[in-house]
Each structure stands twice: as structure tokens, then as C-alpha cells.
């Protein structure tokens, strides 16, 4: 496996006028003093363990039992156990809200998830009107942490770049690394996630768009849009989008003689994307990642536990969960609620994780590197690190 280093020079995504334009979110009012740190120091899950992006949610609850265990076994928080409260979300955004509201009523510290940001911004009100801080591993819409009046919301947090980034991240490295002048731009327009990054990278894209075709969540057919596409000219297909339907585009964009490079998002980063793009058809493929194992000796101590824990290769996804858990015990030292576990989350600086090290910045956001991984027959072949200059 071969690993590149290059620095991209990244656009602020601070204005209040850009997070409007991708949407609002609503405000809340803090109303209560959040929950007290007990005997035990009590962490809930809101994932999705079932339903549509139960990929997801599965591997993050993986990803951070295995930091809980480690955690405990290490002697706790100020000399107190993790305290743990799963609950289901079905990846549906209603109950993703039922879930938050559920977990603050039943006294939790904080919370860990969800994994996605439609069902992040659907758990926002309850968390904050309880005063119980949220980690999401993986909500990565650009405007989550700001309201509809631009005031940040003061109790969500997360461990993983924003869709603004990503879309800057995936024009540069369009641009620079794989020379393209001319893509096709292929998302997902049933998400805000696909979307939001789709705009980024039109904003910060200096070549053609020669086509934007859009997909959406469940479809499985894309031979008719793939097979207009293949008398075109282009240099690359940029793809905003979850493995659900984008291994299923990369196969069947392969099955009609479609070789040019492929750059997605890090919603590729599942073992079910190349399951679905079959193996043979998953190569010349780019995608972003926060989780390598060559990044650091952490993340390969990660790796190894990961497997011996589980059996199987830990994904992004159980990676930020771990980070996630991990932040949220270094937040909960000293602190005697959850107010005040938000308070050291807001003041997390160089904190080392498997995902690289990290700080909170103004917005509640991570100042953190992207990796690009490049897969051929399926196989980890690259890795491009991206710096922040």
C-alpha cells in the first residue's frame, strides 16, 4: 500500500450566509441544567442498528463498545465505569428525536450518535432543552451546528469533517491528483448529505461539468442514465452518495465499459460498498476517509483490537465511534454534569485519536486531516493524506 502526503489549501465554511444556503436548523433553548454524573458515568446510543444505513450504526456501536471496554478496563472515568443505554433509531428520523428524548429522560451523560445528519439535526432539540451534550461519529451536513438564528448550538459536537469540506476536499484532489478537467457529476439528491457536498464541489471546482445526473435513496437501476453517459467526454465521475446505491452504480457503470476514475465520498466507506460493486469492478475508485490503519501506531493498536474483538476489519464508521467515546470521557474528567462535560467538549484541543489528532473549533466542528483512499479489485492500494495549510 502506497501513502501520499499533499497539503489543500481549504475554504472557510464560518459564514452564516453559506450554512443558510444549505438549509436551517432549528433553534432550541436550553431549559434545564442537564443531567448529574452518578456512581457511574452514563453514556446512550442513538444508531441506527436497523433499517436503511444500519451499516452505519452497527459498526459505530462496535467501534464504541470496544473504547467502553477499554475504557473500563483501564479504571474508568475519575474512577467510574461507562455506563451504557443502546437504543435503535430504525435510521428513521422521527425516531431518532423519540430516541434522544428517551436517553435524556432515562439520565444520560451524553450521547453518541446518530450516525447520519439528517437524524443528528432530528435530535438536536430534545439533547439541548435537556442539557445533555451529543457526539455525532458521522453527521457531517455542513449547517448542523448552527440554527436558524446563526447562533451555534451549544450542545452538539461532532468527530468528523463536514460535507462544505468534503465537497473542497473532492474538487482539489479532482484537480490535482487525478488530472481531471472535465467530470460528471453523479449524486445523491435525496439526502442532504449528497446534495450539500455536490454544492461545495461546484462552488470550489475550476474545470467542466459536463453532466449533473442525479440518483436517489433505493434506486437500483442506473443503466439508463450510466449508458447516456458513456459517449461523453470526461476525465472522472464525482460521486456524493452512501454504498447503498453508489456500489451498485460502480458496478454497473464497470458492466457497460465505464473505466475512468471514480471519486466518492466518505459514504463509501463500508464493506458493503465493495460487496456491491463486486470486487473486480471496484478499482480506479477514490473515496474519503477520516480512518486509515497506516496513519498512525494508535490507529493500527485500534486495527489490531478491533479484530480480535470482532472478527472482522473495522470500518471509518467504528472508527469515529471509538474517537467519539473517547472524547467523551477525556470531556467527562472533572466534570460534574452534563453542562460541564459540554463545556470541556468545547475546549478539546490536539486530542489524539485513531482518526488523527483533533480539536473543537468555534463552530463545535473538528480541525482534523481527510485521507483519500484509492481501491483496486477492491483492494486498499493508496492513501493521500490532506492537510489542512
Known amino acids: 500500500m502506497k501513502t501520499r502526503k499533499f497539503a489543500v489549501a481549504l475554504a472557510t465554511f464560518a459564514s452564516a450566509a453559506l450554512l443558510a444556503a444549505c438549509g436551517n436548523v432549528s433553534t432550541t433553548t436550553t431549559s434545564a441544567a442537564g443531567s448529574s454524573v452518578g456512581d457511574t458515568f452514563k453514556i446512550g446510543y442513538n444508531l441506527e442498528l436497523s433499517g436503511a444505513v444500519s451499516s452505519y450504526g452497527q459498526t459505530e456501536e462496535k467501534g464504541a463498545n470496544l473504547a467502553v471496554k477499554e475504557i473500563n478496563a483501564a479504571g ?102 487525478l488530472s481531471a478537467k472535465k467530470v460528471v457529476l453523479y449524486y445523491d439528491n435525496s439526502s442532504d448529505y449528497g446534495k450539500g457536498i455536490a454544492e461545495a464541489f461546484k462552488k470550489a471546482y475550476t474545470g467542466e461539468i459536463v453532466s449533473e445526473i442525479t440518483f436517489a435513496s ?22 456524493p452518495g452512501y454504498y447503498n446505491e453508489t456500489g451498485t452504480i460502480v458496478k454497473q457503470a464497470r458492466g457497460l465499459g465505464i473505466d475512468k476514475p471514480i471519486l466518492g465520498s466518505d459514504g463509501f466507506d463500508s464493506p458493503q460498498f465493495t460487496e456491491l460493486a463486486t470486487a473486480a469492478a471496484a478499482s480506479n475508485v477514490y473515496y474519503l476517509s477520516a480512518f486509515v490503519t497506516s496513519a498512525s501506531d494508535r490507529a493500527q493498536a485500534f486495527y489490531d483490537a478491533y479484530v480480535k474483538e470482532y472478527n472482522e476489519e473495522p470500518s471509518m464508521f467504528s472508527a469515529l465511534a471509538y474517537d467519539s467515546v473517547y472524547m467523551a470521557a477525556e470531556a467527562a474528567k472533572g ?54 495549510e
Open 335 to 388: 466534570a460534574a454534569n452534563s453542562t460541564e462535560i459540554k463545556d470541556n467538549l468545547v475546549a478539546l484541543k490536539n486530542f489524539e485519536g485513531v482518526t488523527g489528532t483533533m480539536s473543537v473549533d468555534a463552530e463545535h466542528n473538528v480541525v482534523k486531516s481527510v485521507y483519500v483512499v484509492g481501491l483496486e479489485n477492491g483492494q486498499h492500494t493508496t492513501t493521500d493524506t490532506v492537510s489542512v
Open 218 to 239: 433505493g434506486d437500483k437501476d442506473f443503466q439508463a442514465a450510466l449508458t447516456k453517459l458513456k459517449d461523453q467526454e470526461f476525465d472522472a465521475i464525482i460521486m
Open 76 to 177: 474508568g472515568v475519575d474512577g467510574k465505569q461507562i455506563e451504557v443505554i443502546t437504543k435503535d433509531n430504525k435510521s428513521e428520523t422521527a425516531e431518532a428525536a423519540t430516541v434522544a428524548t428517551s436517553l435524556a429522560s432515562e439520565g444520560v451523560n451524553i450521547v453518541i450518535g446518530p450516525a447520519t445528519s439528517g437524524a443528528s439535526a432530528a435530535s438536536i432539540p430534545a439533547l439541548t432543552s435537556a442539557g445533555i451534550p451529543m457526539i455525532t461519529p458521522s453527521g457531517t451536513q455542513t449547517n448542523l451546528v448552527v440554527n436558524d438564528k446563526g447562533e451555534v448550538q451549544p450542545y452538539f459536537f461532532r468527530a468528523t469533517f463536514t460535507d462544505g469540506y468534503q465537497g473542497d476536499i473532492m474538487a482539489k484532489y479532482a484537480t490535482e491528483n
